[in-house]
Structure formats: structure tokens, C-alpha cells
């Protein structure tokens, strides 16, 4: 698989058309996406937004006594082609210029799709600044999301690739200039990095990597003419067009071609003929206003815009993935097909469906929320037997199941979700009356009651607020966050349920109290292990704070907690993790509640050690210092401390170390804006304040593309074979859809002076 650490992604804008993609003659609709890292071409799907059909797509350059590949031997930098005056991205369409790092060559590529078709234009402009540089390009195919089973062959000027498989997509490379010379080999043994590093030539010729319809790892390779002379200069327009058969993606690689770079590029940006992606943008009311509350000009945040929107599959509308990337990819065998995080959770689909309401884009969300319907469990789905109602861990954008772990918070934020919608005036009385009764009710009864869930390995009986697993989908017990949410589900589903009246709207309200008022039973301990100014201390000497998670809901005890990510279990009272914070955020506790400020004290202590520590500081543009958390101490889910190999790349070990999670400092900001409302010292000073630290601190952590990555290095251990430095996003899932959505609901928070996710109907429980 693919570096994961993408600089850039992209697709074109599509339209709904009652509330679906529909392809039409006069609105084609692009089902192709692609991928950029490490300057090159990475990831490009083609069909579901899973299916990966290439892995990389790079150039190797020959001259005087060298053989560089891209990748390798330059200097890469990444902009946006278009952009508004104040320098805000209106499209996802990328200028990479790659330099040789001794300055022999230099390669510009212009990179996006054709709207009109399933295909991808690069353009591409090579510059010698010696005689004798001969550039070649090289492809592997990753075709229907493995790269164990390619077949690759020359046909004319055309680059082929598709599997044995009958059903197999099929892609073609085409460019608007002629190759010298190509070959189709296999990687690491007849490749065309092999042939060229012996001698600087393409001296092999294969025509196809099989005769007898047998695959694997292929590759192809193209020779372009020298560049003889200094200053030389080689420009062409390149497209991968995408099929179900050869002679159709031919067509469709030659039709963008044929098009030409202006006319597609402008189709991608939005045209009298296109509705594009500075249309969407221009749908975006709230933008211009929230980019005041920035300090990039809204930089980002448009960013983030185009992000969250082009993570969406277009067959079925309204499927919101968790990142286009598969974590520590380049790392991961892609000998069977894997999602990755191109997938389903309804915990991320929340935050992104939000983010969505949050910058003023009200038909994303309705379309998002209908489909909920078809990851939520029912007596139909397939293998299952028990309670339904909950909603599945994991799937495919096409409701293919893949983890089954009953998550509580999971099957509460639907309903939430369906009440905002509501509240926004998006889902009628009518609308969220019917959604009640098809598809909210029984997730609102499953808080209730839980049940008897069997559905492939899971056979077990969920007793609420008892989760299987929490919100980091490794633990059983009673978890703060996943208690928030179980509350704010249960009070919005009484409201709801109030409007039908169905006189379950007592039930819900009543178990939403007693939950409240078991809080601190179950899930604060006051024989804690931790303080605020030292790294442990007598038993039973700690000020009341949160745990993590209490297996039993006695935090008081010394239970461990599982094995996770390689690291052994400790003391529930040793693990800290700010999913407390959710508690203020949906209103179920106040922000100046005194064991979450001390809970947020004990967070915010760097004199931990390194495994117990969550918060650690960076150095933003301004120079001042901003905030980055880890997901909880004792966090394995990451690069090795002393190997530096990447997460699982040589089986777990002890030594595996979570980084730093950046939507925390998010989080973080968040109760910060609701401390300072509670507490009355919220003034335009104090706001900017926080703006400059948390809004700016998660633009800090923002690459180059201003992609928002999962997880930054955070200084601990071997910086790894990359080096990381500081702050710099690691090879974990980039962009992080859930990260993008945090960053627009905390701009808005501070934009409305509230926060955005604060449900009112909750707050009153506590009053």
C-alpha cells in the first residue's frame, strides 16, 4: 500500500440530484479519486472509494552517471492551482514542483479529475538544467484494491492494467506525447528501476507481464524523449482513464486528452457548463464570517471544506469515510485488500455530518443522516441474531459489514445527529417524526435495554451505560465519553419522542437523570494514583478526577484494563484520557464543575512520564506555544520508540507509543470556550486569546497541502526512517476526516461565542 501521509487529495465536485448521484448525459458524475504524498501520485481509486487501483505513479530520471526516482531524489513542494485573492483553495487541484536535490532536473505536475468522466488529468513539465536528462515514468497498478494479482501490458502508446478477474476494473495511461520506449515488468524483479539502475537505459522491452492470464506485483515503465541540452524543456498532458474494459477506458483516457487541460481543469473548478467546486464553496454562507475567527484568513478552513466533502462515495450518497488513507500504508501488505480508514464509522460520520451543519451546508447532512439507515442493525442483516437497533462498528460505503463491536456512543449519536438536523430546521416535525419511528426509536430503546447481540465472532449482552467497546474501540466498561453521548442520545431522543408522542419519552428522560446522577459512582475515582503536581502519590491522597474507563464501574479498585496495542493493561486510576471533556461539550456537566477541572489539571501536568503523559507542546507560526494531547496514557497505537518502525510493522511491541491525536487540542478549545462562558470571562480579548491558541494550534499542525493529519510526532523516542521533527504529521491516516470536522466546529464555536455541539435540552437536566 501507499504512504499514508498525503499532502493532497482530490475528486471533482458532483451535484446532488434528489438527494442521490445520478449520472446523466448532462451531469456525468466522476467516481474517481486520487492521492498525493511525498510529491508523487499516490492512492487513485476508481468505482466505490475504497478501490484502490494504483499504488504510485512517479517518474525515474537517467543522466550523466545517475538514476533518481522522484520520490527519492528531490525536494518536493505542493500549492493549490486555484485560489481566491486571499490565498484561500477553491479547488483540489494541486501544482507539485519537484526539484532535484543537486539541481540537475526539475518536474512541475498540475493534478485533478475530469468531471466528466471516470478519469484523472496530470499535467506535466519536465526542465533539464544539464544536457543528457531522460525522463521515464513509472506506474504500479494496484488494480480493485490489491497488488497481488495485476496483469500489465504495452498496447501502442496506451499503458494497460487489470486482473484475472472477470469482473476486474480495468486502467489506461495514456499521454499526449509518444513514448520512446516501454515495458511491462514485475516490481523488484524485471520492473524498470531494475533495468534502469544497471546501466541508465530501458533496455528491456516486455510487452506484457503474461501470457496466461497469470498476475502479480506489475509495473510499467515509459521512456520520453532526452532532453539534450541545458534549459531543455519536455511538456505533456497525461489521463488515467478507468473501465470495466479495455476499449472503454481507452476512450475515456483519450477523451480527457482530447479535452485538453484548460477545458477540464475549468469544468473541475466550475464553469457555465459545471458546477464546481468554487460553486460548493460559494454555497458555504458562513465561510467568510468564520475565517475572521482564523489565523490563516480561512486558509484551512476552506481546505477543510473541500476535504470533508470530497470523502463522501458517490454511489451511495451520503457514505462519509474516515480518511482517504490507510495508516502506515507504505508498511502494510497489499496482498489482500484492505479499507483501511476509507470506511464507515458513525462516531467519525457524526463529527463530519456536523462540520457540515457548522459551514452552512444543510444538504450533505440530510443525505447523510438517510443514510444511517443502511449501517444500523435489524433483524435482516445478514448473520445477525439479538437486539437490533444498534449501529454497526465498521462497514463498507455499500453497508458491506467489517467490525462488529457494539459501540454505545455509536448507536447515541444518530439520534443527536437527528435532532440537530431537526433543531436546524434541515428535517421537518413530519421528517424527524418519521425518522423517529423507521430508525431513531430503536437505537433510543437499545440505550435502554441493551440486549443479546450475536453477529459473526461478537456473542454477548450489552447491559448500558456498560460499552463493549469505548470511543478508541479497545476497551469494555463504563467510559466518560461514551456516557455523554448515551446521555445527550437519550434526552434528544425524549425530545423527539415528545413531538411523536410515544410515552417512551418519559423512559428516555428518566434513565438520562440516573445516568447523570451516577457519574461520579462510576466513573470518577477518589482513591486516585494521580495528581495534578507530581507523578504519583499515596493511594487515597489524589483530589477526585475522571478515568479513562472502569471495567466494572468502580473506579476505586485496582482492575486493569485489557491489553491494548502491544502495551499490557495497568491500574484504571493511572489512565488518563480527556474523553471527559464531552461531558461539558453536550452540556450533561458544567464546564466549572470541580473534579473536571481537576481531571483537566491532571491532563495538562508535563511532569508525567512520557507513557502516562498526554499533553505536550509545539511552537506555532506566531512562536508562541499551542497544545497537542494524546489519546490516553499508555497509548500504543503508533511508531515504535525504539525501532522507529512504523505501527505493527514488526508485530506489536511494549514499545509502540501513541503520538499526539489533533483534534484534542480542538476538544480541548471547545471547554476552554465553555469555561469562559460559564465563568463570565468571556471578552473579544479573552476569545482571541483562544483563538490564537487552539484554532492557530491546530492549524500548526496542518502539512504543507494543509492536510490534517491523525496523529504528530511528538519528540518521544526514534524519530523513525522520515525524521520527523516537532509537530510534523506521521505516516498515520492523512487527512483525518474527524480532525477537518473538529476544526470547523471549533472555528464556528468561536465564531458564535457557543459551542457547537452544546445540546440545550441536556444542559437543563442538570438545572
Given at each position: 500500500m501507499a504512504f499514508s501521509g498525503k499532502t493532497g487529495i482530490g475528486t471533482s465536485y458532483e451535484p446532488y440530484l434528489n438527494g442521490q448521484y445520478q449520472d446523466q448525459a448532462t451531469n456525468p458524475v466522476s467516481k474517481v479519486w486520487f492521492s498525493v504524498a511525498q510529491g508523487i501520485l499516490t492512492e487513485t481509486m476508481f468505482g466505490l472509494i475504497h478501490n484502490a487501483q494504483l499504488k504510485e505513479l512517479q517518474f525515474i530520471i537517467s543522466g550523466n552517471g545517475f538514476v533518481d526516482t522522484e520520490k527519492d531524489n528531490t525536494i518536493s513542494t505542493i500549492e493549490y492551482l486555484d485560489t481566491d485573492d486571499q490565498g484561500r483553495p477553491q479547488s483540489l487541484a494541486y501544482k507539485i514542483i519537484n526539484k532535484d536535490i543537486e539541481g540537475k532536473y526539475q518536474i512541475e505536475k498540475h493534478i485533478f479529475?475530469?468531471?466528466d468522466r471516470n478519469s484523472l488529468m496530470m499535467n506535466v513539465t519536465f526542465t533539464a538544467f544539464e544536457a543528457g536528462i531522460t525522463p521515464h515514468l513509472y506506474v504500479n497498478p494496484h488494480i480493485d484494491n490489491s497488488g497481488a494479482n495485476d496483469i500489465a501490458f504495452v498496447d501502442g502508446q496506451a499503458l494497460v492494467a487489470h486482473t484475472s478477474d472477470?469482473?476486474?476494473?480495468?486502467?489506461?495511461i495514456k499521454t499526449d506525447v509518444d513514448f520512446v520506449h516501454a515495458s511491462a515488468g514485475f516490481v523488484g524483479t524485471s520492473d524498470g528501476i531494475i533495468d534502469l539502475q544497471d546501466n541508465g537505459k530501458l533496455d528491456s522491452h516486455y510487452q506484457t507481464t503474461s501470457d496466461n492470464n497469470q498476475g502479480g506485483n506489475a509495473a510499467l515503465t515509459v521512456q520520453y524523449p532526452t532532453l539534450a541540452k541545458a534549459n531543455d524543456s519536455l511538456s505533456f498532458n497525461l489521463a488515467i482513464g478507468f473501465a470495466q474494459d479495455k476499449a472503454s477506458s481507452l476512450a475515456t483516457a483519450q477523451a480527457t486528452l482530447d479535452a485538453g487541460y484548460d477545458v477540464v481543469k475549468q469544468a473541475y473548478l466550475g464553469d457555465e457548463q459545471h458546477i464546481?467546486?468554487?460553486?460548493?464553496?460559494?454555497?458555504?454562507?458562513?465561510?467568510?464570517s468564520m475565517s475572521a475567527n482564523t489565523t490563516d484568513n480561512g486558509k484551512l478552513l476552506y481546505t477543510s471544506a473541500l476535504v470533508l466533502k470530497a470523502q463522501e462515495d458517490k454511489t451511495h450518497a451520503g457514505a462519509l469515510i474516515a480518511s482517504l488513507s490507510n495508516p502506515w500504508g507504505d508498511t502494510v501488505s497489499a496482498k489482500v485488500g484492505s479499507t483501511g480508514y476509507k470506511a464507515v464509522w458513525p462516531r467519525d460520520f457524526y463529527q463530519c455530518a456536523m462540520a457540515f451543519l457548522a459551514m452552512g451546508d444543510t444538504q450533505t447532512p440530510k443525505v447523510a443522516f438517510e443514510y444511517l439507515k443502511k449501517v444500523q442493525v435489524n433483524q435482516q442483516t445478514p448473520g445477525f441474531a439479538g437486539t437490533p437497533g444498534w449501529f454497526l462498528q465498521k462497514t463498507h460505503v455499500d453497508g458491506e459489514i467489517e467490525w462488529?463491536?457494539?459501540?454505545?456512543?455509536q448507536t447515541a449519536m444518530p439520534i443527536m445527529l437527528g435532532w440537530k438536523m431537526w433543531q436546524a430546521g434541515v428535517l421537518t416535525d413530519a421528517e424527524i417524526t418519521n425518522w423517529y419511528q423507521d430508525m431513531l426509536k430503536p437505537a433510543a430503546d437499545f440505550l435502554v435495554t441493551g440486549g443479546k447481540v450475536k453477529l459473526d465472532w461478537n456473542e454477548t449482552n450489552i447491559t448500558p451505560p456498560n460499552t463493549q467497546q469505548e470511543r478508541w474501540e479497545e476497551q469494555a466498561g463504563f467510559s466518560p465519553s461514551t456516557t455523554a453521548a448515551i446521555i445527550a442520545g437519550l434526552v434528544a431522543a425524549s425530545d423527539i419522542a415528545t413531538l411523536a408522542k410515544d410515552a417512551d419519552a418519559s423512559t428516555y428522560l428518566a434513565l438520562a437523570q440516573t445516568l447523570q446522577s451516577q457519574l461520579e459512582t462510576s466513573i470518577v475515582t477518589t482513591s486516585g494514583l494521580l495528581s495534578a503536581t507530581e507523578a504519583a502519590q499515596t493511594e487515597g491522597n489524589a483530589a477526585p478526577y475522571y478515568v479513562r474507563i472502569s471495567p466494572n464501574g468502580n473506579p476505586n479498585t485496582a482492575d486493569k484494563l485489557l491489553d491494548n496495542n502491544g502495551?499490557?493493561?495497568l491500574d484504571q486510576r493511572l489512565i488518563l484520557d480527556g474523553g471527559f471533556l464531552e461531558l461539558v461539550r453536550y452540556g450533561v456537566v458544567d464546564a466549572q464543575d470541580p473534579v473536571i477541572?481537576?481531571?483537566?489539571?491532571?491532563?495538562?501536568?508535563?511532569?508525567?512520564?512520557d507513557n502516562l503523559r498526554v499533553k505536550y507542546e509545539f511552537t506555532a507560526k506566531d512562536g508562541s506555544k499551542v497544545p497537542g494531547y494524546r489519546r490516553y496514557g499508555n497509548d500504543g497505537y503508533g511508531e515504535d520508540t525504539v525501532t522507529g518502525f512504523s505501527y505493527a510493522e514488526n508485530g506489536n511491541t511494549e514499545d509502540q507509543r501513541g503520538r499526539v491525536w489533533l483534534f484534542f487540542t480542538g476538544e480541548r478549545g471547545h471547554y476552554e470556550l465553555a469555561l469562559a462562558k460559564a465563568n463570565g470571562s468571556l471578552t473579544p480579548?479573552?476569545?482571541?486569546?483562544?483563538?490564537?491558541?487552539?484554532?492557530?494550534?491546530?492549524?500548526?499542525?496542518a502539512n504543507q497541502g494543509l492536510m490534517l493529519p491523525e496523529q504528530a510526532w511528538d519528540g518521544v523516542g526514534n524519530p523513525t526512517r522520515y525524521n520527523y521533527k516537532m509537530g510534523d504529521g506521521t505516516n498515520s491516516a492523512t487527512p483525518l476526516a474527524w480532525t477537518h470536522?473538529?476544526?470547523v466546529k471549533l472555528v464556528r464555536s468561536m465564531t458564535d461565542e457557543q459551542v457547537w455541539d452544546f445540546y440545550p435540552v441536556v444542559k437543563q437536566l442538570a438545572q
Open positions: 479529475t475530469d468531471p472477470t469482473n476486474s476494473t480495468v486502467m489506461t464546481g467546486w468554487k460553486d460548493y464553496l460559494a454555497s458555504l454562507t458562513p465561510l467568510p462488529v463491536g457494539v459501540q454505545l456512543d502495551k499490557p493493561g477541572k481537576n481531571s483537566v489539571m491532571l491532563i495538562d501536568n508535563q511532569q508525567l512520564e480579548d479573552t476569545k482571541q486569546g483562544l483563538i490564537n491558541t487552539y484554532v492557530q494550534g491546530m492549524e500548526t499542525f470536522a473538529e476544526y
